[in-house]
């Protein structure tokens, strides 16, 4: 089974960057797909981007379009989430999670192996 840890989180001033990143353990990485999550306090758990297995594609939510970018370092067991341009309502604890299942409708009971969660805080 999978282990995920992501870190990079902290405190970051409104409009500045942070990279997130999600290390796996395990070989097979490079063999499934991946994604973020984040929730913030009182809300529920809201998608933020996936990526395929080789890197190829990636889908974010409206919310995070043009301003968050994911990749991945198969070789290096890890996935990145850079985030440009943060607002205070990008504030929440991000998750990683292995694809379990590929849809168009991105849900996430779709996803597994999550991560414990790093804290991102966007001061205004």
């Known amino acids: 089974q999978v282990q995920l840890v992501e870190s990079g989180g902290g405190l970051v001033q409104a409009g500045g960057s942070l990279r997130l990143s999600c290390g796996a353990s395990g070989r097979t990485f490079s063999s499934y797909g991946m994604g973020w999550f984040r929730q913030a306090p009182g809300k529920e758990r809201e998608f933020v981007g996936r990526i395929t297995s080789s890197g190829s594609r990636t889908d974010y939510a409206d919310s995070v379009k043009g301003r968050f970018t994911i990749s991945r370092d198969n070789a290096k067991n890890t996935m990145y989430l850079q985030m440009n341009s943060l607002k205070p309502e990008d504030t929440a604890v991000y998750y990683c999670?292995?694809?379990?299942?590929?849809?168009?409708?991105?849900?996430?009971?779709?996803?597994?192996?999550w991560g414990q969660g790093t804290q991102v805080t966007v001061s205004s």
């Open positions: 999670a292995r694809v379990t299942l590929w849809r168009a409708t991105i849900v996430a009971s779709d996803f597994g192996s």
